[in-house]
């Protein structure tokens, strides 16, 4: 499995793609798989707002800003991102944190936040 860990999202459920437009994942594979490699535990499928691209910016990672060197387009409201668990935890703490596909959210996000938190911010189909 290339050094990932079960693709089981939180509800218990197969891991669900995240984006490929733009294509996202620690591994760049679409889902928000993770493994030891992945420091940063790329595993909430986030919905991005300006609200939470402005939070992220002031915070050191700027996810608006075309990055070409990296093939990395910048993110927009509305762009689906694996993003770190963490920073998802530390938005949530401040009353910015995006929407959650919690399909496609690896259950290994648990590690750093509860079930119902994630579902109080579940994405509307």
Known sequence: MNGKLDPVNVLGGPLGLCSVAPITGFWRDGCCNTGPADHGRHTVCAVMTAEFLAFSAARGND??????????????????????????VEAFD????PDVVLEATHHATLGVTRLQDLQAHAARR
């Open 63 to 88: 996810l608006s800003t075309p990055r070409p060197e990296f093939g990395f387009e910048g993110l927009k409201p509305g762009d689906r991102w694996c993003l770190c668990a963490e920073r998802w």
């Open 94 to 97: 401040a009353g910015a944190a």
